[in-house]
């Protein structure tokens, strides 16, 4: 069975040639793009090996090189992490029980000609090409020539936002409303027209206190790269649950999923269920019926949805069950998963008799990250335990500036937030180092500015346990003052006028406002980043812009066509995209079957469709689907 995606409504995969490998003798097919474990696993065998003392199935999990559990023997090298390996090609690939033999040690240790180490030298290092690192070098090349250099131990800078293929919240500034892939690419860019020194494919090894420098593997040969400054920005890792054989193959972290599907295009099961009902799991969700998902479930501990309701939303608009107060229970499977099953909870304890099997050959795991601190507590950063900002974090002031005062960090290295926040810290601490080095009062303003910026992002009711952790880490009461406690609870707000109708599902504290800017007319408006829209429908014309713009999907308008249809203007993300004329299901925002609807036009590049309605229905319409899959 061909286990990769060729059909996705916003990705194409460029899979390059294709190539041959040698898998326990058997020759299997890949594409040069593909790592070793996603290859393995479009071909669909799961089990990449089995644990050294139990001899249990072991599977991928994390997809980024993080958690071992897809260690394999490739070319006779044992304890590969086959997630980040390249399949090449003639590969030899091997399955380990127990310990591997040593077989080739000597000719794999990374040497340098002449027994010499490439040495460089910079003002400031910057380790991790996500979105918070590249803010970082983005920050400091703008405002200084300090010699910048920028590391990363994948091909690609980018970090998380690569395998983002929602749009992002926030204003125009943060790029609210480009796809996490768009931003990406975005970044890049503007980095590639630095001077910034980018280093890829680079691995760090450590950091060595005698003269203060990191040694790095790159281009499989050892280098030192030596800073004034170090700022760490090395992201987070997913967390782990405990339940009965957690360990099967097609037990996935939620970024791990993300990175094999939609940066791999490689679809791993048909039938899903993922624990936990923050933003990642709701928007998981999402991508995996995007990806071609058939049935997916989300399980949630606590009794209300973790995330943002506009993302609960458009899930609920394709029937996808949220069950509160329900969390996994076992892994059923052999070598794999085969189902799961899941129990009620009552004030967090199981409901004896609630136990039910679910239909899974897949389980995602999205209950929270926890921040990457291993190279700062090897640098000697002194670390705590605040849980609110993700476990085991580094000590560190407002300024991001660790016990050890040449190295500064950023991100969710320094604890869990949005990725909008990530961008923004990054920013901040690239101005910070910038300042020390090369005192400008310029950098002081603009630090200023974005200081207040990330303020109002950690103001509303969903950062409420980030001003709680900040409050242990800096002393309570410095930044709690602009908490508001309020969490609505989701629901739609209509606005009528001149035969038209807008829905807003949208009614949460959340950091965004692209609606603002989309509208031409000046009919929407906020008054604070994180309240709620309101819109005047005697300025509106109906033109129908905030619907495509809107990044939670959370905006439809409905006209009245004065007989006995409505035109309803809605967003649409899926594949295959509806053509005009087409003949469709009309959903509500449960996706409950409510009648029958005619495409009016769509407009793909907008991800936009209108369709006609009977008038009866027209208010209760959210979401479409074709005929054929009803
Ligand atoms: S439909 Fe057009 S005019 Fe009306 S609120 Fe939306 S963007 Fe503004
Ligand atoms: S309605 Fe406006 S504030 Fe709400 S998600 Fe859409 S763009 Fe953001
Ligand atoms: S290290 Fe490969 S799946 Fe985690």
């Given at each position: 069975?061909?286990?990769?995606?060729?059909?996705?409504?916003l990705?194409?995969f460029?899979?390059?040639?294709?190539?041959?490998?040698?898998?326990?003798?058997?020759?299997?097919?890949g594409?040069?793009?593909?790592?070793?474990?996603?290859?393995l696993?479009?071909n669909?065998?799961n089990?990449?090996?089995?644990?050294?003392?139990?001899?249990?199935s072991r599977?991928?999990?994390?997809?980024?090189?993080?958690c071992?559990?897809c260690?394999?023997?490739?070319?006779?090298?044992?304890?590969?992490?086959?997630?980040?390996?390249?399949?090449?090609?003639?590969?030899?690939?091997e399955?380990q029980?127990?310990?591997?033999?040593?077989?080739?040690?000597?000719?794999?240790?990374p040497?340098?000609?002449?027994?010499?180490?490439?040495?460089?030298?910079?003002?400031?290092?910057?380790?991790?090409?996500?979105?918070?690192?590249?803010?970082?070098?983005?920050?400091?090349?703008?405002?200084?020539?300090?010699?910048v250099?920028?590391?990363?131990?994948?091909?690609?800078l980018?970090?998380?936002?690569?395998k983002?293929?929602?749009?992002?919240?926030?204003?125009?500034?943060?790029?609210?409303?480009?796809?996490?892939?768009?931003i990406?690419?975005?970044?890049?860019?503007?980095?590639?027209?630095?001077d910034v020194?980018?280093?890829?494919?680079?691995?760090?090894?450590?950091y060595?206190?005698?003269?203060?420098?990191?040694?790095?593997?790159?281009?499989?040969?050892?280098?030192?790269?030596?800073?004034?400054?170090?700022?760490?920005?090395?992201?987070?890792?997913?967390?782990?649950l405990?339940?009965?054989?957690n360990?099967?193959?097609?037990?996935?972290?939620?970024?791990?999923?993300?990175t094999?599907?939609?940066?791999?295009?490689?679809?791993?099961?048909?039938?899903?269920?993922?624990?936990?009902?923050g933003?990642?799991?709701?928007?998981?969700?999402?991508?995996?019926?995007?990806a071609g998902?058939?049935?997916?479930?989300?399980?949630?501990?606590?009794?209300?949805?973790?995330?943002?309701g506009?993302?609960?939303?458009?899930?609920?608009?394709f029937?996808?069950?949220i069950?509160?107060?329900?969390?996994?229970?076992?892994?059923i499977?052999?070598?794999?998963?085969?189902?799961?099953?899941?129990?009620?909870?009552?004030?967090?304890?199981e409901?004896?008799?609630?136990?039910r099997?679910?239909?899974?050959?897949?389980?995602?795991?999205?209950v929270?990250?926890?921040?990457?601190?291993?190279?700062?507590?090897?640098?000697?950063?002194?670390?705590r335990?605040?849980?609110?900002?993700?476990?085991w974090?580094?000590?560190?002031?407002?300024?991001?500036?660790?016990?050890?005062?040449?190295?500064?960090?950023?991100?969710d290295?320094?604890?869990?937030?949005?990725?909008?926040?990530?961008?923004?810290e990054?920013?901040?601490?690239?101005?910070?180092v910038?300042?020390?080095?090369?005192?400008?009062?310029?950098l002081?303003?603009e630090?200023?500015r974005?200081?207040?910026?990330?303020?109002?992002?950690?103001s509303?009711?969903?950062?409420?346990?980030?001003r709680?952790g900040?409050?242990?880490?800096?002393?309570r009461?410095?930044?709690?003052?602009?908490?508001?406690?309020?969490?609505?609870?989701?629901?739609e707000?209509?606005?009528?006028?001149?035969?038209?109708?807008?829905?807003?599902?949208?009614s949460?504290?959340i950091?965004?406002?692209?609606?603002?800017?989309?509208c031409?007319?000046g009919?929407?408006?906020?008054?604070?980043?994180?309240?709620?829209?309101?819109?005047?429908?005697?300025?509106?014309?109906?033109?129908g812009?905030?619907?495509s713009?809107?990044?939670?999907?959370?905006?439809?308008?409905?006209?009245?066509?004065?007989?006995?249809?409505?035109?309803?203007?809605l967003?649409?993300?899926?594949?295959?995209?509806?053509?005009?004329?087409?003949?469709?299901?009309?959903?509500?925002?449960?996706?409950?079957?409510?009648?029958?609807?005619?495409i009016?036009?769509?407009?793909k590049?907008?991800?936009?469709?209108?369709?006609?309605?009977?008038?009866?229905?027209?208010?209760r319409?959210?979401?479409?689907?074709?005929?054929?899959?009803?």
């Open positions: 069975m061909d286990r990769r995606i060729w059909n996705h409504p990705l194409s460029e899979r390059g040639k294709e190539v041959t490998f040698n898998f326990e003798g058997r020759p299997l097919n594409y040069e793009s593909e790592d070793v474990a996603s290859c696993i479009a669909d065998q089990v990449l090996g089995w644990s050294k003392n139990l001899d249990r599977g991928y999990f994390c997809g980024i090189g993080k071992s559990s260690l394999m023997t490739i070319d006779g090298i044992p304890n590969v992490r086959s997630c980040t390996t390249p399949v090449k090609e003639g590969m030899i690939v399955r029980h127990g310990n591997p033999k040593v077989t080739q040690e000597m000719e794999h240790i040497q340098s000609p002449n027994g010499e180490i490439k040495e460089l030298t910079y003002d400031v290092i910057i380790v991790g090409g996500g979105i918070s690192g590249i803010s970082a070098a983005l920050g400091i090349s703008a405002f200084t020539p300090l010699k250099a920028l590391v990363d131990d994948s091909p690609h980018g970090g998380q936002l690569l983002q293929t929602h749009k992002f919240f926030g204003s125009s500034e943060e790029y609210a409303g480009s796809r996490g892939t768009e990406a690419k975005i970044l890049s860019c503007e980095i590639a027209k630095t020194d980018v280093h890829l494919d680079c691995q760090v090894l450590g060595y206190d005698s003269g203060g420098y990191l040694l790095v593997l790159e281009d499989e040969k050892l280098a030192i790269l030596r800073g004034r400054r170090y700022i760490v920005a090395t992201g987070a890792y997913e967390n782990m405990l339940f009965e054989s360990d099967l193959p097609g037990i996935f972290g939620a970024g791990g999923l993300q094999i599907m939609n940066l791999k295009g490689v679809l791993p099961g048909r039938k899903a269920l993922i624990v936990g009902s933003n990642v799991g709701l928007i998981l969700a999402y991508q995996m019926l995007q998902v058939e049935k997916v479930t989300i399980v949630e501990a606590m009794g209300k949805v973790g995330g943002y506009v993302h609960s939303q458009k899930i609920e608009r029937g996808v069950p069950l509160l107060n329900h969390t996994i229970k076992r892994a499977g052999k070598d794999r998963v085969e189902g799961a099953e899941i129990v009620a909870l009552d004030k967090g304890a409901v004896p008799g609630s136990e099997v679910l239909d899974a050959d897949m389980i995602c795991l999205a929270g990250l926890t921040p990457d601190v291993r190279l700062l507590q090897q640098m000697g950063c002194e670390c335990f605040i849980k609110e900002l993700g476990g974090i580094v000590n560190h002031d407002r300024e991001g500036r660790t016990s050890m005062k040449n190295v500064l960090i950023s991100g290295a320094s604890s869990i937030e949005e990725a909008t926040t990530a961008m923004l990054g920013k901040i601490s690239g101005l910070r910038a300042m020390d080095l090369s005192p400008d009062a310029n002081l303003g630090i200023e974005l200081e207040t910026r990330l303020g109002e992002f950690r509303g009711p969903f950062s409420e346990k980030i709680a900040m409050g242990d880490l800096f002393g009461g410095e930044t709690d003052e602009n908490g508001d406690d309020r969490r609505e609870e989701a629901f707000r209509s606005y009528e006028g001149g035969g038209r109708t807008i829905v807003l599902a949208c949460q504290s950091p965004c406002d692209p609606c603002v800017d989309a031409p007319k009919a929407i408006t906020k008054d604070s980043l994180t309240s709620p829209p309101e819109v005047d429908m005697e300025k509106c014309s109906g033109c812009l905030c619907v713009e809107c990044p939670g999907l959370a905006i439809f308008l409905v006209r009245d066509l004065r007989d006995g249809r409505s035109l309803i203007t967003p649409y993300e899926m594949y295959p995209f509806p053509e005009a004329g087409e003949k469709v299901i009309l959903l509500d925002r449960n996706g409950k079957k409510i009648g029958f609807g005619e009016k036009s769509s407009l590049e907008k991800f936009l469709i209108r369709v006609f309605a009977p008038n009866s229905l027209a208010h319409v959210r979401n479409i689907m074709g005929v054929q899959d009803g």
